[in-house]
């Protein structure tokens, strides 16, 4: 067997090898510990196979022979290369990859390894004089990095920021004006994952010279705006009082820290006011910017502000501007529609009051004119906040439909204006429109079934299609 070892080194060593390879695909990658040992064994027998062999890795071959010599030779620088990556095996068992910074630090590791393993081939093996070989890649470098300046400058802003962590993956950023979730950070790039569902590549050394944005720090808080432009001929208190109601309109958004309302800039035309909050992280962010656009249009339309010119075209009233916005009317026609708010009295409630309670069964329709309604359903003893409504939604459907009481309790956040449809006026509307009918009997099916979902959940648990949609569904 020595004598065969001896005589054929390179076919003993290339089948080491080999089976080394095969070893490593054969094995599945969750076996990482079997893998190691696998290479580990192997490595410590392709040593003994060269050292039985007459070779010594830290001394040239010592055969005369040309081709003997060269296979020798070969063997040797084998042996450091496979040396250089047994080491990085065991060195990523030992050091998991948590992290970038992780995984930075073993690929650092690493190259180091291999830089030190051909520095000694080249020195042990092939003899070469190292002084002179470091000052040629030297000079080799200088040109290297002349040519690749630009990448290098991406892989050093990597090492920075993986070291500084500004940001970190399934964060929430915006670098460079480019908003999206982390999904990657390697050596070169950055890679933003988008809400057009679209990945952005943005190079690490862009990342570390502008400005970047984390909307996930800190971790339990993402912040969610909106800015609108409003006609500065409006006085700003009308309009940052319909904000505030729209913010307060909003149960997804945070007590603490609280909700604000600002003016943001003025010009001669327009004037810029932005409301702003904050959510859990894990909140559906879009949903909930949505619903602040839609609520503060409500809003601001409850306050006689209008975006456009139209509202001054259709000189309505409040109560015939309400009816275009609850859905279940859309059905009826504008004559209809004109007689139906000509029966619609104004009912005004003061902040913390309540408008129907839990169990009353209410005698009319009541559609929101202006402020924010909080409805609750009970949950044993107590009652569980089930979402909150604003302007061109209406409570009291169950009364209406079967004289059944309500299952919810309905209370004022802020001072309200009601408009109250009498019974016997909305049933007449029934009785005459069939698809009226069939929209407030699906409107009371989604609400009931929402408020089951609620009580099965937890109420952070709530996803899209509970009672936070309710405000999306202005019936």
């Not at 993402?222 to 913010?247: F, H, M, N």
């Not at 059905?331 to 009353?360: H, N, T």
């Not at 009918?437 to 609400?447: N, Y």
Request: charged share 20%; aromatic share 6%.
């Amino acid at each position: 067997m020595l004598a065969l070892i001896q005589n054929h080194p390179l076919v003993s060593g290339a089948s080491l090898l080999l089976i080394d390879l095969l070893v490593w695909r054969a094995l599945a990658a969750t076996q990482r510990t079997w893998q190691v040992l696998a290479r580990v064994a192997l490595f410590l027998l392709f040593s003994t196979v060269i050292i039985e062999a007459g070779l010594n890795p830290l001394q040239p071959p010592p055969w005369q022979d040309t081709t003997l010599n060269l296979v020798a030779t070969v063997l040797e620088i084998v042996w450091w290369l496979f040396c250089a990556r047994t080491l990085t095996v065991v060195l990523g068992l030992l050091m998991p990859r948590i992290g970038h910074a992780g995984r930075l630090l073993q690929d650092v590791l690493g190259a180091v390894i291999f830089l030190v393993a051909v520095v000694a081939a080249a020195a042990y093996v092939m003899q070469l004089p190292v002084k002179g070989l470091l000052a040629t890649s030297g000079v080799m470098a200088i040109v290297i990095g002349l040519a690749l300046q630009s990448t290098l400058s991406d892989v050093f802003s990597g090492i920075v920021l993986n070291t500084t962590k500004p940001y970190q993956l399934d964060d929430w950023i915006s670098i460079d004006g480019t908003e999206g979730k982390v999904v990657e950070i390697d050596w070169r790039a950055t890679h933003l994952l988008t809400n057009l569902g679209s990945t952005v590549v943005i190079p690490n050394s862009v990342a570390a010279k502008t400005k970047v944005h984390n909307f996930s720090r800190p971790y339990e808080l993402t912040g969610v705006s909106i800015s609108l432009k409003v006609s500065a001929q409006v006085r700003p208190r009308r309009v940052l009082d319909a904000l505030e109601k729209t913010v307060q309109g909003i149960s997804a958004l945070l007590v603490s820290p609280p909700a604000k309302v600002a003016v943001k800039g003025s010009d001669l035309e327009f004037m810029e006011y932005e409301a702003s909050g904050f959510i859990r992280t894990g909140e559906n962010k879009t949903e909930v910017r949505n619903l602040m656009y839609d609520l503060a249009h409500r809003h601001l339309e409850a306050a006689g502000i209008a975006f456009t010119s139209e509202a001054a075209l259709q000189p309505w009233s409040r109560p015939r501007l309400l009816l275009e916005e609850v859905k279940i009317f859309r059905a009826l026609s504008s004559e209809e529609k004109d007689r139906l708010s000509q029966l619609m009295a104004p009912l005004a409630f003061s902040a913390g009051q309540v408008v129907l309670g839990l169990g009353d069964v209410s005698d009319s329709l009541l559609v929101i004119g202006t402020g924010v309604i909080s409805a609750s359903v009970p949950d044993g003893a107590t009652l569980v906040e089930a979402g909150r409504m604003g302007p061109g939604e209406i409570l009291g459907e169950e009364g209406i439909t079967s004289d059944s009481p309500s299952r919810a309790q309905f209370t004022a956040l802020s001072s309200c204006v009601l408009y109250r449809i009498e019974k016997d006026a909305i049933r007449s509307c029934l009785e005459q429109r069939v698809e009226v009918r069939a929209a407030l009997t699906r409107l009371l099916a989604f609400r009931e079934q929402a408020s089951r979902n609620l009580l099965l959940q937890k109420p952070q648990a709530i996803k899209k299609g509970g009672f936070l949609s309710w405000l999306h569904k202005k019936y």
